[in-house]
Structure formats: C-alpha cells, structure tokens
C-alpha cells in the first residue's frame, strides 16, 4: 500500500489496484486525452528500485489530476480521497455528534454521519445556527490547534476531499477543534453577511475575539470607543469601526522564519487584503514592515522535509521536525523577480490563503458574485451549485482564453527579467513545473500597480 499524504498529513493508504481503478473511471468520464498517464502494471515482481520508480511515478500522477481544474474538482477524485480516508482510519459510518467552535469559544453540537464530507458538515452547523442557506458560501470549517491563552493557530481550511470528524479524531489529540470562521477577504461582503441576525452575529463575535487576541490593532482611543459601542450592543457600529482598523479581516500566523530581507530573520506572517504582511525582526533586532500584494506574486509551492537519523534508530520522527516551507517569486520593480521564502509549519495554510485570495480576485474581475454560494438540496442530497463551483476555481483559471498568452511566456515580456531556474531554487530538491501554483491574477499587473 502507499501512504497519500494530503497538506502534511497521512490521508489514506491505497493500493495500486485501488489507484488504477481510479484512472479507469476518470478516463470514463473525461476521455484519455484529458487524464495523465497511469504507471503502467508489470507482469513480473518490482525491483526495490522499480517500487521506488511506480512510487514517484504515482505522486505525479496524483498531484497532476489534483492540480487539473476539471480532475481535481471532480466529484469521482473527491470521493474516492474521502472514501479511501474513511477505511484507512476504520471508521464505520455511523451517527455521532461532533462539536465546532465558533471565535467566541461557544460550541455547536451538530448530528452528523462519519462519512459526512466538509460541506455537509458545514451545512449542518449552518442549519442548527439558523444561518440562511444564502449565507453558507461566505463561511468555512477551519481545522485549528487551541494555543494555552485560549487563541487559536490554523492548520488548514478543511477541504472537500476529506471527512471532518474522521480528519480531527484520527489526529487523536484534543488540542485540534473545528472552527467556523468567515471565508472571503474583501470586507465589502460584510455588508452581506450583517443583513441577517445569525451572520452579523457571527462576524461580531470573530472581531470581538480577533481584538481581544492582538490580531487587529487596537489604540487607547479607539479601544474606548469600542467598549463604548459593546456597552450599547451596537454590533453592526461595532464592525464599521473596527473595519477602519489596521490587520482588519487578517488571519495571523505564529512566529516563524524568513530570508527575506536576509536569511534566518524572525517574522509575523498575518494573511489580508490581499497580501501577505510581514513584521520582521531583523538581527539587529530592529523591526520592520512590509506587505507583499498577491497580484505581484507570479507563482508560489509549498515543499516539505523531514531531516534523516533524527532521534534513536526504529524512532520515528516528530510531527514537528518535519520542515515545511512556502516560497514564492515576487515581481519587486519592474525588471527584477525574487523568490521569498518562509518557513513554517503553517505553510500549507499560507498557500490557502494565497489561492483563496486569486479566487476571489477573479471571481470579481469577471463580474461573479460570492453571494450565490449557496448549496441547493435536490431530492434530499446536497447539491453545489453553479456559482460556488466558480468561486473555487475561476472560469479563468479553468480555461485560459486561446488568445491570452501563457503565464510563463507573460514574465518574458518583463523587460530584462530573468527568470530564475527551477533548479536555483531555495528548495533542497529540483521541482518539476506541476508543483507550482501558477498564479493568474499576476497576469493582470500593468505599470501603475508597481
């Protein structure tokens, strides 16, 4: 059996018979011509060499129908990840009651299947707060680690090939909780969200506990007013004037490293606006600041590590040691491209963030609404419906129109841009293109947003 790891953790084991079976039905319902091409059997039994060659052959061919927009949303991939996550852990399907956070620490008890996918699961918690189904899309579950002061550090946005409750329980640590949070970055969908009891509620209670944690900043003055409007349970007051507030709908990330401006620098990661701030203390111990936009970034990957003879033989290592990095190459004036990396066990998350921030930057360049984000009940079974399926990934990024150039040809216009080497890269191990994430927005920079 090979192990799937899926952002950084074990998400199932699966045979080879298992993964052909898989091929065949893709190829069924997309044609030959869309779906890469599967490690073909072999009569005779594997060399150790010939394991480790089907082994590599087989990650490409997952990342590569994991990474095709019409493959990797696929209903057929999805579920055979989920299904194949459920007999891994064994857990039978059956009724159990799972408990989500919301930011202020209240927790919602919801009855569901083991076998319910993130969706449903977010459905359900959606119905038993009396959350409109119109406003379902503009939240999501978001797996966390609860910190001893009471925060919160995220591990990832739970994804739709994966079972919520068999995600947390088979972590088999009560440290990690399931949290509903907002899911979209431009503050302008507040309005949306504070038309309905339950959403303005829900909003209310994340910028309180955002506050209270250091996220947002906060001066003397304004904390006054603040107060002030709690004493009056003025909440839609309240978030008008916290959105006036620096770090306002970020997500802040724990201290990690940088090398950028210089190698081994501490940093503060916080995910917002459309842009990744950093809050770097250099080894001077001076602190500085800087953002860099998401617009700006050409393309980024996550890779990851795990140091060799760590510990006493036969031990394996800590979840901790495994390194994860996330680095991307940003355009810093108009003729020079530089990769940034930091490293964190958060990367994962980062990389969400990034692409949960060009999905929306499309989404709204080609006239989309996130409202519609609703899902629709069909003869009793849940339904995505069109719109959402839009929101996670673009019409753009599906489909390239013929008559717009590929992103890698568009750095090449950059006059004197050199384009530095995969090979160059910070990343121990050379990288094929596959494991980019290539970034469309990038497409749209002209010379007034430098």
Known sequence: AYNIHVNGVLHCRVRYSQLLGLHEQLRKEYGANVVPAFPP????????????????????????????????????FNSFLRKAQQETQQIPTEEVVLEVLLSNGQKVKVTILTSDQTEDVL?????????????VGYFSLFLVRELKDGAFSFVRKLQEFELPYVSVTSLHNPEFRIILRKSYWDSSYDDDVMEHR???????????????????????????????????????????????????????FDPCITDFPEKGCHVVVSAGNNELNFQVRLPNEQIKEGSFKVTRMRCWRVTSSVPMNNGP????????????????????????LQWVTITSPQAIMLSICLQSMVDELMVKKSGGSIRKMFRRRVNGAL??????????????????????????????????????????SSSANDMGANDFHGNYAFEGIGDEDL
Request: aromatic fraction near 6%.
């Open 41 to 76: 059997k072999k009569i005779f039994t594997l060399t150790p060499a010939e394991v480790e060659q089907r082994r590599e052959q087989l990650e490409k061919y997952m990342q590569a129908v994991r990474q095709d927009p019409t493959l990797g949303g696929s209903e057929t």
């Open 123 to 135: 459905e359900a918690v959606a119905s038993k707060l009396d959350l409109p189904d119109d406003l």
């Open 198 to 252: 339950v959403g303005l509620n829900l909003l209310y209670a994340q910028t309180v506990s955002d506050i209270e944690h250091g996220w947002i900043l906060v001066n003397k003055e304004q904390h006054r007013q603040l107060k002030s409007l709690q004493e009056k349970v003025s909440k839609k007051e309240f978030i008008r004037l916290a959105q006036t507030l620096k770090y306002y709908g970020y997500l802040k």
């Open 313 to 336: 033989t036969g031990s394996s290592p800590a979840k901790s040691e495994v390194k994860l990095e996330l680095a991307f190459e940003y355009l810093m004036s108009k003729d020079r």
């Open 383 to 424: 339904r995505r419906s069109d719109s959402q399926q839009a929101v996670k990934s673009p019409p753009l990024l599906d489909s390239p129109d013929a008559s717009r150039e590929p992103m890698a040809k568009l750095s090449s216009k950059l006059t004197a841009v050199s384009l530095r080497g995969i090979s160059h």
